[in-house]
């Protein structure tokens, strides 16, 4: 059973609109989560964080939002580019917890110029 | 400013033979990982490494055992392939436990 969802496998978005990629996670213990992004033959690349004590982080056209209550993450992008296409992973963790950071199944986002 | 480097980037094995992956990294980090990247299931850890001269296991360590040589090299060794171990490697490393990791950029290994 997996710990961390990403329930849409794609997403296509229009260039200069905003693309919102969701993960959902089931254990309650995760207090760190994480957003990777991934091109073709390469490989990940860290993006952006978010400790559970906060609710939302931001880092230019990126944003990081938590819903601990329901269990839910977001990352938004605005404006979407070209660029950004690519398979972007949620991941969580307990922060004391070297063996428990786990990834989700990724979702692969699509901009269209 | 090479990162994390994974030799070698492509390989295939025939069931039962052996191979070791390898990492290095030369940004001075203490802790290595090997993840393994299968479609629709994310990056599974196989193997961790928190500091040198230590290294535990992950999610999925079953057929996999490891070396974490010094400070920068972390390798990883199957000893008798088989067809299930067709996948992705990711070697990581961080400089303080489990955060933002620095990735190679993959070996991908099929086994016949």
């Known amino acids: 059973d997996q710990q961390v969802k990403q329930n849409s496998p794609s997403l296509s978005v229009q260039e200069g609109r905003i693309s919102i990629l969701n993960c959902d996670y089931t254990n309650s213990m995760f207090d760190y989560f994480l957003w990777y992004k991934k091109y073709p033959a390469e490989g990940p690349t860290f993006l952006i964080s978010i400790s559970s004590i906060k609710d939302k982080n931001e880092d230019g056209r990126f944003t990081v939002f938590l819903n601990k209550s329901a269990k839910h993450l977001s990352l938004h992008i605005v404006p979407s580019q070209p660029g950004d296409s690519a398979v972007y992973f949620c991941a969580a963790s307990v922060k004391t917890s070297y063996d428990k950071v786990i990834f989700g199944p990724g979702t692969s986002l699509s901009v269209i110029p | 400013n090479a990162g994390v480097t994974q030799t070698p980037k492509f390989q295939v094995l025939k069931t039962g033979q052996s191979m070791t992956l390898q990492c290095a990294q030369d940004?001075?980090?203490?802790?290595m990982y090997w993840y393994r990247q299968d479609p629709g299931m994310g990056l599974r850890l196989i193997y961790y490494s928190a500091s040198e001269g230590t290294t535990d296991k992950g999610e999925v360590p079953n057929g996999y055992n490891v070396s974490r040589l010094n400070k920068r090299e972390f390798s990883l060794r199957l000893e008798s392939a088989a067809p299930s171990q067709t996948s992705v490697y990711f070697c990581a490393s961080s400089t303080d436990g489990p955060y933002g990791y620095t990735f190679g950029s993959g070996t991908r290994l099929t086994v016949v």
């Open positions: 940004m001075n980090h203490n802790s």
